[in-house]
């Protein structure tokens, strides 16, 4: 039971720690905040944080390392498919999902993608995205006719940098669109491409080869 205690206690604190390290983030420029402003914040003594954390450096990779950790777990695109087939529903529901842990987690992403002393998260953030998109796309099983191996490189970086910039719009818009229309509005965009879910069309030119040379 006392070590229980002690582990409950650990959490809190570091929960707490945390928390209004986040807080100050969205403040102030990481590069400005000391350890002695995060520990007032949390109202524990410079001692106690560093029971906890190496530094301000170690905390905030803490940080990122958990929320990011969380966020692409929720990332599976082996399961989009059955039967190498696309299931629509599926894929509303990913960006739904994705979507609702944004908002739940809007302290967060707000801090780590407009601070300015943390140049680096939007980088990682979607290589780690792309990793594990690789990783699960073998899981697929595309037919040799489909697998086009520079589109399957191409693709994940260009879906990838559009949601990103996608979720900073978001929450500078201060989410003024439901995550469920965001959802519906990314599944028409990737299931119809960019141009068809403006509703434009495309004029026939018969004596033109297509882009990739067909």
């Given at each position: 039971m006392?070590?229980?205690?002690?582990?409950?206690?650990?959490?809190?604190?570091?929960?707490?720690?945390q928390s209004h390290f986040l807080g100050l983030l969205l403040q102030k420029n990481f590069n400005e905040i000391t350890v002695k402003d995060i520990a007032s914040a949390a109202k524990i003594g410079r001692g106690t944080f560093y029971l906890h954390y190496e530094d301000k450096y170690n905390l905030l990779e803490t940080v990122v390392k958990e929320g990011l950790a969380e966020t692409v777990g929720k990332f599976r695109p082996h399961e989009y498919f059955t039967d190498d087939k696309v299931v629509p529903t599926r894929i509303v529901g990913f960006a739904l999902t994705i979507f609702q842990h944004?908002?739940?987690?809007?302290?967060?992403?707000?801090?780590?993608?407009?601070?300015?002393?943390?140049?680096?998260?939007?980088?990682?953030?979607q290589s780690l995205f792309l990793a594990k998109f690789r990783k699960e796309i073998q899981q697929v099983h595309l037919p040799p006719q489909k697998a086009d191996p520079l589109m399957l490189e191409i693709l994940p970086i260009f879906i990838s940098s559009a949601m990103i910039g996608l979720v900073s719009w978001w929450f500078e818009n201060q989410m003024r669109i439901s995550d469920r229309e965001m959802a519906e509005r990314i599944f028409l965009i990737v299931t119809r491409g960019p141009l068809k879910a403006l509703g434009l069309g495309f004029?026939?030119?018969?004596?033109?080869k297509s882009p990739h040379g067909m």
């Open positions: 006392a070590s229980d205690a002690t582990d409950l206690r650990v959490l809190k604190t570091r929960a707490a720690i944004f908002k739940k987690n809007d302290r967060f992403f707000r801090a780590m993608l407009f601070n300015e002393g943390i140049p680096m998260f939007r980088h990682r953030m004029q026939d030119e018969p004596n033109k």
